[in-house]
């Protein structure tokens, strides 16, 4: 997996990059910082390489509503 830099995509938001996963959750890079997944936002905007979100608390933010989830998916 790719461990470089993300950024922002035109028209807001951002890019985080999953960069692997275990049985309690998904571990990835954020350019906005460690976010809080529970009450929403990125009260700090550092601290967000490697960082650890477990699926019970990543899952509802990344599908919300039911939806698939956005994503990229890349091969090398």
């Known amino acids: 997996l790719h461990h470089g830099p993300s950024s922002a995509p035109s028209g807001g938001g951002h890019w985080s990059v999953v960069i692997g996963y275990d049985a309690k959750g998904v571990l990835m890079h954020?350019?906005?910082g460690d976010c809080d997944l529970v009450n929403g936002g990125h009260p700090?905007?550092?601290n967000g390489a490697g960082?650890?979100?477990s699926d019970r608390n990543w899952l509802?933010?990344?599908q919300p509503q039911g939806s698939g989830g956005w994503m990229l998916r890349c091969r090398g």
């Open 30 to 32: 954020d350019p906005y």
């Open 44 to 46: 700090s905007h550092h």
């Open 51 to 53: 960082l650890h979100y």
């Open 60 to 62: 509802p933010r990344w």
